[in-house]
């Protein structure tokens, strides 16, 4: 078996401990983190290595950030997404993996721009992106291969992923445009595992800080694990740990993680 997970800490300086903690708690194979906030060299790497994992990193001092941490051999990294070689922002991270008993297994930590305010060129920077995270997906299908595209999407992709709709309409991570780039995605033949795995609504991976949202469940579904054909024939189990969003000074994401029988 095969555990992937991924997690937005919203700073790695200030969730170290939390990531540390829940590592231990949950023993994936994989954590894709996003949001870590630091510059490449300041990546705690030491914590994690001392619990038998491999990190590959790509960092920004201040924003964005992501991270591979896994317990197989690194073989090959891809460092940022192809496509623009302007972009300076640290949002992808690629990772071919060596799997125990031969193979390889193919994993991406994403962390897609938000886009808000929408009356602003950061929802054009959104869409470009995932038409260049889309135009790479293909890419990647082509090789007919196991892999997971893990990350915070910043998407909510259907009304049941979200705990009003309405209120959501105009905003970047539900506009129309958004989900349409999601489903465009999707529709390249890669499996959105969390939905594959639960037909309800209410499976949350974000609450924001404000409002009681924790408390009062008022949630998004925008952290997600995307398969491949290869990799969801092989899934297993798919599922959203809230308990780490209730611990002392939380991200406001929580982990997903999948199990896949590699």
Request: aromatic share 10%; with cysteine; charged share 20%.
């Amino acid at each position: 078996m095969l555990t992937v997970a991924t997690w937005n800490v919203n700073s790695i300086k200030q969730r170290e401990a939390a990531a540390v903690q829940w590592l231990k708690r949950a023993r994936p194979d994989v954590l894709c983190l996003q949001e870590i906030k630091c510059q490449t060299e300041a990546f705690p790497r030491g914590a994690f290595e001392e619990l038998g994992y491999n990190c590959a990193v790509i960092g920004q001092k201040s924003f964005n950030g992501v991270a591979i941490l896994s317990k197989l051999p690194i073989d090959e990294t891809v460092v940022g997404l192809p496509g623009d070689d302007t972009d300076e922002q640290s949002r992808y991270i690629e990772a071919v993996l060596s799997l125990p008993g031969g193979g390889a297994f193919r994993v991406a930590s994403v962390y897609a721009p938000n886009g808000n305010p929408v009356a602003s060129p950061k929802l054009d920077y959104k869409l470009a992106w995932l038409a260049r995270f889309k135009a790479h997906a293909r890419t990647l299908l082509a090789y007919e291969e196991p892999f997971a595209l893990a990350g915070d999407y910043n998407i909510i992709p259907r009304g049941i992923d979200v705990y009003n709709p309405a209120v959501w309409t105009e905003d970047a991570l539900f506009r129309l445009e958004s989900r349409q780039a999601f489903r465009r995605i999707l529709n390249l033949g890669l499996t959105d595992a969390v939905a594959a795995c639960n037909s309800g609504g209410g499976q949350y991976t974000f609450w924001d800080y404000q409002a009681g949202a924790w408390q009062k469940n008022l949630g998004l579904r925008i952290d997600h694990i995307l398969l491949s054909p290869q990799a969801f024939s092989r899934l297993r189990t798919a599922s959203i740990d809230r308990t780490p969003r209730s611990w002392d000074k939380p991200s406001d994401h929580t982990p997903v993680q999948v199990t896949l029988g590699m």
